[in-house]
């Protein structure tokens, strides 16, 4: 079974930005719908962006215009480009292949 990593949380100021990365511990299919939700104390898991095999992105409106999801395939690696955060945002970040397998986690605090 593949694996996921995350890295790249970590502490940022608002308005600041960080990139999360997905490692893959196998080949991820190109034809493999790929997503990123994000889960903060005490709330329920919350869909933060998710990238079909045709390239489709999809964002909540919480999100749209600040994340962007990507792929290098031959990588075997995701992405989430993440600007202007907000103090809403702090939350552990997990990556994820819909129905098969889950990283465990890259912590996101935005602070000043």
């Known amino acids: 079974q593949v694996q996921l990593v995350e890295s790249g949380g970590g502490l940022v100021q608002p308005g600041g930005s960080l990139r999360l990365s997905c490692a893959a511990s196998?080949?991820?299919?190109?034809?493999?719908?790929l997503g990123w939700d994000r889960q903060a104390p005490g709330k329920q898991l919350e869909m933060v962006a998710r990238?079909?095999?045709?390239?489709?992105?999809n964002y909540p409106a919480s999100g749209k215009g600040r994340f962007t999801i990507s792929r290098d395939n031959a990588k075997n690696t995701l992405y989430l480009q993440m600007n202007r955060l907000q103090p809403e945002d702090p939350a552990v970040y997990y990556c994820y292949v819909p129905g098969y397998t889950w990283g465990q986690g890259t912590q996101v605090t935005v602070s000043s």
């Open positions: 196998g080949n991820i299919a190109g034809s493999w719908t």
């Open positions: 990238l079909s095999g045709a390239g489709t992105t």
